[in-house]
Structure formats: C-alpha cells, structure tokens
C-alpha cells in the first residue's frame, strides 16, 4: 500500500472521522482508522461499535492496499504538518509498520490487520430512505436535543424521538427530547418517502451530536436511510451509520397540558438576561429561580443561604390573576435560546403545573417545563 494525498484534504477527512474514536480504548482495533487506497481515492473508516463515520477523499495511489493505524495519532500528525504539505504514506511490503512522510518529518505507525476491524454498515441493508434539506435537519437537531436525557438508567431518553405524525398543519416529521424535567418539540414538513416513520427512531446522542457536526459541511440535501435497528446519514462523500436505541420513548403528549389558561407573552432575549443575572444569586446545586407575575410586571427573585439574594422587575404581558412559580435558571435560558423572534408566550396553570412556552411566531416548536418549589 503506498499513496500521496494533499495535507488539507487528508485533515479535513480525518477531523470528521476521528472524532468518534475514544482516547482510552479496551479494544486496540477500535482505536484505529482503517484506511483503504484504490482506484485514485482514499475511504477511511472508524468505529465505535455503536457509532460508524466512512468518508473518501482524492488521492494519488501508486500500490492499492489497505491497513489500520491510530486514528488520533494520526489525527495529530496530519494536523501539526504545515499547510500546504503533500503526505506519502507507504507499508513496504512485509513490514507491518506504515511510514508517513511530508517534507523532512517521518513517522513509523504500528498498524493492525484490516480483517479485525469491525464495519456497521455492512450489516444488512436499509428498506426505508428520504432525503431532508441540510438547513431543516439542523433545525430538528438544535431546537431538541439540549432536552437530551443523560442519565443512563433511563436509556430510551438518552436521544432523540423523530417520527412522522399529523399536526394542524398536516402530515409533519417531529423530533422530541426530554429529560424528564424538560421537553422539547420540532416539526418540519414531512419529507417525501418519510410516510413509514409512524412508529418512530430513538438517535443516540453521541450520534446526534455527530451528524450536527457534519452537517456545517453537507450540501444542500442529506439522504436518510432506516432499518429496524440503524439509521445512514449519507451526503457528499460521507457516510454516517449509528444503531439505533432499542426501546419505546414514551407517550410524549401526555405531559404536554391541554388546559393552561394563563397566557403571558415577553421578549426572550431580555427574559434571558434578566434569569442569567438574577440566577448568579441561586443556589448552585438547584439553580432555582421565582417568577412571581402581577398585573404587567414580573419580579424575578433568587435566594441563597450563602450568596444572598437578588430580583429584578421586568414589563410583560399577563392579564390573568397573580401567580408564583419556580424554575431551574438553566432551563429557562435554554429554551429561550431557541426562540429566534422577539416574542416567547409562556402559558401557565398553576405554580405545580407543566408550563408550555413557545415562540410567538413559529408554530412548529413547543416546549414543556416542569416548575421546582422555591
């Protein structure tokens, strides 16, 4: 096996590749990328077992072959050359070390054997494909996923719902993520041959968090392909495979309150703000905060048995009667993070019930809080 390949190309492919490979590794082989050269083109390939990232890029080969290196080592390497360098990379034959070579540095990496590599998306095939545009997919990621569960022993949470359902606007893709204390819900319109999603895919996190990354690379349009247990991500000249959660997310529209009758309307950004200020006051481990509404005006409030206290007064929109009620800090500003306009309605019950919030101009997100006591 022996190939030139341009340094900024070889990088941008190994930036998307290794970022899946874990530093500490039990299984050697999962620790390698496996690179493949034939034909003028070099497809590197990485895995975890749960989570597979294929990329191929242009290359100059003059021996085809294939082996397996340290991704992150060589990650390091490629990523220290100088720009503009051009990398050889031989294995003389019979050697089962890989000489790596660009202007006057050379590296010798222990390789391992390409049939000890494992590969996901070899394992059957997907029935079920769509594409979805770039710009919408993003959207269903970043309106969800910080309502991503991450405790373990309620695995089914540890991801993103995404299935097609019916909505007042018509048939629609939905993603949901809750953790519990928080839900979050987006809705595009439903892709063509997106029609057999009904009962829905759990995306791990660690895959989700994957494909965000890569879509500020993708084109225009990303093919999407399902199986029972995996989902393909396919654009450009990569390949994302992810298997995915085996488990019943649960019933997400229960939670969400169909009787909240008290509606109160205030610009996000300045909402946020004042939560950012007034929570420096909470208490670290709960991070609650009061919103305690009266007439046009809500006061903000934060205690502290260390710290002290702190409010501030901001001009809304409520005409119902007075309510109190709690929220954890972080949660308010990541929800009002999501709203792009300058309208957030917050539609409330009581200072126990859910709360529903959503942007003022965009039917398609909707978000439930749980209150805390405070």
Known sequence: MKFSIDRSDLLRALSHVHTIVERRNTIPILANVLLRAEDGILFLNTTDMDLEIAESVPASVERAGAT???????????RKLPDGSSVSMDIPEGDNKMLVKAGRSDFRLGCLPVDDFP???SDGDFPHQFEIPASQLRTLIDRTRFAIST??????????FMHATESKSGKVLRAVATDAHRLARFEIPLPDGAENMTSG???????????RKLIEEAGDTIKISLSDTKMQCSFDHITLTTKLIDG?????????????????????????????????????KSRAVKMALNGKMMTLSATSPESGSATEELEIVFDADPV??????????????QIEGDGCRMTLAD?????????VGDDNALYVLMPMRV
Do not use: C, H, W
């Open 119 to 121: 590969q996901m998306s």
């Open 351 to 359: 200072s126990a019930s859910p709360t529903i919030i959503q942007d």
């Open 201 to 211: 895919v759990i995306i791990p996190r660690k895959a989700v968090g994957e494909i």
């Open 324 to 337: 109190e009620i709690g929220f954890n800090a972080a949660y308010l500003m990541d929800v009002a993070k």
């Open 151 to 160: 405790e373990e022993t309620r695995y089914y949470l540890n991801g993103i």
């Open 248 to 284: 019943t997310f649960p019933d997400y529209e229960r939670v969400i309150p169909k009787n909240n009758d008290k509606v109160l309307e205030i610009n996000p950004a300045i909402f946020a703000g004042a939560v950012d200020r007034v929570s420096t006051i909470a208490t670290e």
């Open 68 to 78: 397996t290196v340290p991704a992150n080592t060589l990650y390091d390497i490629v």
